[in-house]
């Protein structure tokens, strides 16, 4: 009953470094997304991902890309890592964009820490 | 612009005390509203989806119920279990609209 797996759980970055978040999802879902969790604020869309094939800006966008790698993966990429994006990722998936009864499935999250 | 506002930040109840966690929005059109639970460490596990004014939902000691600018989630006689971060969001009507979410309320239960 995996549901949304990420990966990894912990990272520790240097800045300027790039990685990339894997995301996995075992639900048949259309649509998913990246969130980054902060103290004090409350979960901020980065990027998310309709359908296979189409990805769009959420609210938090600059310094991320993203790839719908197929309709079971959507990765998360730093491309040059600055200690503003210190924070958890979560992955997140939902049977459609938009709609009613369209619920979000959370994965367990991905603490990264840039120095 | 979506706004959520949850209250208080934090509550402390012992156990058995009922309580209430609050949610106040403003949105342009609702299309729902989510109740989500967050255990330290873990990612927001789904709990209710209200969509419409006088809506009620249970379950075990939760009841969610939803106004024209509020939401509730109401917990009755708590255990420590109970413990958590809960979330609030509402997704408003509109194409490919998105969640917005509060900043939660950390819930801790003592023996």
């Known amino acids: 009953n995996a549901g949304v797996t990420q990966t990894p759980k912990f990272q520790v970055l240097k800045t300027g470094q790039s990685m990339t978040l894997q995301c996995a999802q075992d639900?048949?879902?259309?649509?998913m997304y990246w969130y980054r969790q902060d103290p004090g604020m409350g979960l901020r869309l980065i990027y998310y991902?309709?359908?296979?094939?189409?990805?769009d800006k959420g609210e938090v966008p600059n310094g991320y890309n993203v790839s719908r790698l197929n309709k079971r993966e959507f990765s998360l990429r730093l491309e040059s890592a600055a200690p503003s994006q210190t924070s958890v990722y979560f992955c997140?998936?939902?049977?459609?964009?938009?709609?009613?009864?369209?619920?979000?499935?959370f994965g367990e999250g991905s603490w990264l820490t840039v120095v | 612009e979506d706004q959520v506002t949850q209250s208080p930040e934090a509550l402390r109840l012992q156990e058995g005390e009922s309580s209430s966690l609050n949610c106040s929005y403003t949105?342009?059109?609702?299309?729902?509203l989510f109740w989500y639970r967050q255990d330290p460490g873990k990612g927001p596990e789904f709990l209710f989806t209200?969509?419409?004014a006088g809506e009620e939902k249970e379950k075990e000691r939760l009841k969610a119920t939803l106004t024209k600018k509020e939401s509730f989630l109401h917990i009755t006689a708590p255990k420590p279990e109970d413990s958590a971060t809960y979330l609030c969001?509402?997704?408003?009507?509109?194409?490919?609209?998105?969640?917005?979410f509060g900043k939660g309320i950390t819930l801790s239960v003592r023996p």
């Open positions: 997140a998936s939902s049977e459609y964009p938009s709609g009613a009864g369209n619920t979000i499935y």
């Open positions: 639900m048949n879902h259309n649509s």
């Open positions: 991902s309709a359908s296979e094939g189409t990805t």
């Open positions: 949105v342009s059109g609702l299309r729902g």
């Open positions: 209200l969509y419409s």
């Open positions: 969001a509402v997704q408003a009507t509109g194409a490919n609209s998105k969640l917005t």
